[in-house]
């Protein structure tokens, strides 16, 4: 996307979460959309702020008990620490991933865990273990394949390549 696309995703989250927190419909929805805040903040180069939204799509997810946007906050919060910090971040990466993928485990989410794994291969490749970045993409492919996701399944295959 270009920056002015993640301007455009950025106003129209912003707007969507204000509905939703001053009407208070669609409440289940608001950890979801925190999440999604949080990885437009990302790709826009806003490190902190991303940090902190998926932080605080987490605790959303916790106080409405709502496991599987906690599953997918996690997952953001994976994506934006991998995104800002790399190799140095690995531990907190790795902990937001373990989290992640329990709660996918726990909920019956399968279609989250070919993206844990993408995130898990990305983590390794950050860290130089091509050996764990290749076993954790051959796991996402197959998981992509069982979900009924050929097209990714086929885009991770030729990052195997």
């Given at each position: 996307?270009?920056?002015?696309?993640?301007?455009?995703a950025?106003?129209?989250g912003?707007q969507?979460?204000a509905?939703?927190?001053?009407?208070?419909?669609g409440?289940?929805?608001?950890?979801?959309?925190v999440?999604g805040?949080?990885?437009?903040?990302?790709?826009?180069?806003?490190?902190s702020?991303?940090r902190?939204?998926?932080?605080?799509a987490?605790?959303l997810a916790?106080?409405h008990h709502?496991r599987l946007?906690e599953?997918?906050?996690?997952l953001?919060?994976?994506?934006v620490?991998l995104?800002t910090?790399?190799?140095r971040g690995?531990?907190?990466?790795a902990?937001?991933?373990?989290r992640?993928?329990?709660l996918a485990?726990?909920?019956g989410?399968a279609?989250?865990?070919?993206?844990i794994?993408?995130?898990?291969?990305?983590?390794a490749?950050a860290?130089?273990d091509?050996v764990?970045?290749?076993r954790k993409?051959g796991?996402?492919?197959r998981?992509?394949t069982?979900?009924g996701?050929?097209?990714?399944?086929?885009q991770?295959?030729r990052?195997?390549?």
């Open positions: 996307m270009l920056n002015e696309e993640w301007n455009e950025a106003s129209a912003e969507s979460l509905i939703i927190r001053e009407s208070r419909t409440v289940s929805d608001e950890a979801f959309k999440l805040l949080a990885e437009v903040y990302l790709h826009q180069g806003k490190a702020l991303a902190a939204t998926a932080e605080e987490i605790a916790r106080r709502a946007a599953c997918y906050a996690h953001a919060l994976a994506r620490l995104g910090e790399g190799a690995a531990s907190a990466i902990s937001a991933l373990a992640a993928l329990a485990e726990e909920t989410a279609a989250a865990e070919p993206f794994r993408l995130e898990e291969a990305r983590l490749q860290t130089g091509e764990t970045r290749q993409l796991a996402a492919q998981l992509f069982t979900i996701a050929p097209l990714r399944a086929e991770v295959a990052e195997l390549a």
